[in-house]
């Protein structure tokens, strides 16, 4: 089983900086690509940032210039560093994992964290 562990949500005021961590554990072989997503009331899950291991990173158009996400392999191990935060960043940002097993003879994992909070209000 792989296990999706994420921290750092919390309320910050229009301007500030949050950063959020993830980390990945148990029967892992690879992993290929870490990053967030969020879901704010009454809309779709929408990309935020991904890493691949050999750290190409994609952003989402509203959180580019302003977000940045960075990973450490060895850990299985991603971060958001958040910055300049919107109201409009207010969602619950869920961590995204996939890679290969322990067992590489079983197929891949995808695999989503619980969800954490971020709220951006005055």
């Known amino acids: 089983q792989v296990q999706v562990e994420e921290s750092g949500g919390g309320s910050v005021q229009p301007g500030g900086s949050l950063r959020l961590s993830c980390a990945a554990s148990?029967?892992?072989?690879?992993?290929?690509?870490m990053g967030w997503y969020r879901q704010a009331p009454g809309s779709q899950r929408e990309l935020v940032a991904l890493?691949?291991?050999?750290?190409?990173?994609s952003y989402g158009d509203s959180v580019k210039g302003r977000f940045t996400i960075s990973r450490d392999n060895a850990k299985n191990t991603v971060w958001l560093q958040m910055n300049s935060l919107k109201s409009e960043d207010t969602a619950v940002y869920y961590c995204?994992?996939?890679?290969?097993?322990?067992?590489?003879?079983?197929?891949?994992?995808?695999?989503w964290g619980q969800g954490t909070q971020v709220t951006v209000a005055s």
């Open positions: 148990g029967l892992i072989f690879s992993i290929a690509v």
């Open positions: 890493i691949t291991n050999d750290g190409i990173t």
């Open positions: 995204y994992v996939e890679g290969k097993r322990s067992e590489l003879s079983l197929p891949g994992f995808s695999t």
